[in-house]
């Protein structure tokens, strides 16, 4: 079955540049979305079809795409982007696929 | 401002049926969009189950397919998960989520989740 592989953990300091990677083999065809949950919490869409960025987050999300590798960057850092992220495709079928998650922690 | 709210038991039995229902409140279920549910194992990343649209149209993760049924109901706005046989491998926070753009994402608006634990 198709993966998206994403590391299981960042660690940055505030005000850094956290960068957080989902590799996947139908990514040059297939859209990625970005997702941040917190504990006890529903996910949030942080970033749409690769780089594109919902209303009310913050400009210091970004996502990018290159070959097969999305990239999720967070500039500026800050306490409360501590998250989990999930990046989310889709395979050739169309079905649905979720990375296995990236724990950001704040140093 | 679309609202979706998950309900269903909190507890069932191992080999039984789990049974979830999705309320949709501030939009309409016959909307163009397609609807999903997505389950997360306590401490575990996201799995999503499957989605329906509003013509009865569904589409199911292969891993669950044999197991899963989503329905839905125009009358009340809201859509519905079966999850038969269940196991204890099936103990998660259930959630249900609109898709915009295309079915296969992404998802804009989500419940809160449901915990389902599988006990006996």
């Known amino acids: 079955s198709y993966e998206l592989t994403q590391p299981p953990s960042v660690s940055v300091s505030p005000g850094q540049t956290a960068r957080i990677t989902c590799s996947g083999d139908?990514?040059?065809?297939?859209?990625a979305y970005w997702y941040q949950q917190k504990p006890g919490q529903a996910p949030v869409l942080v970033i749409y079809?690769?780089?594109e960025r919902p209303s009310g987050i913050p400009e210091r999300f970004s996502g990018s795409s290159s070959g097969t590798t999305v990239t999720l960057t967070i500039s500026g850092v800050q306490a409360e982007d501590e998250a989990d992220y999930y990046c989310?495709?889709?395979?050739?079928?169309?079905?649905?696929?979720f990375g296995g998650g990236t724990k950001l922690t704040v140093l | 401002q679309v609202q979706l709210q998950e309900s269903g038991p909190g507890l069932v039995k191992p080999s039984g049926t789990l049974s979830l229902t999705c309320a949709v409140s501030?939009?309409?279920?016959?909307?163009?969009?397609?609807w999903s549910w997505v389950r997360q194992p306590p401490g575990k990343g996201l799995e999503w189950i499957g989605e329906?649209?509003?013509?009865?149209?569904?589409n199911y993760n292969p891993s669950l397919k044999s197991r899963v049924t989503i329905s839905v109901d125009k009358s009340k706005n809201q859509f519905s998960l079966k999850l038969s046989s269940v196991t204890a491998a099936d103990t998660a926070v259930y959630y249900c989520?609109?898709?915009?753009?295309?079915?296969?994402?992404?998802?804009?608006?989500w419940g809160q989740g449901t915990l389902v634990t599988v006990s006996s």
């Open positions: 989520a609109r898709a915009i753009i295309a079915a296969a994402g992404p998802f804009d608006y």
């Open positions: 501030g939009g309409s279920i016959s909307s163009s969009n397609w």
């Open positions: 329906i649209y509003h013509s009865g149209s569904t």
């Open positions: 139908a990514l040059p065809k297939q859209y």
């Open positions: 079809k690769d780089s």
């Open positions: 989310q495709s889709a395979d050739s079928s169309g079905t649905v696929v």
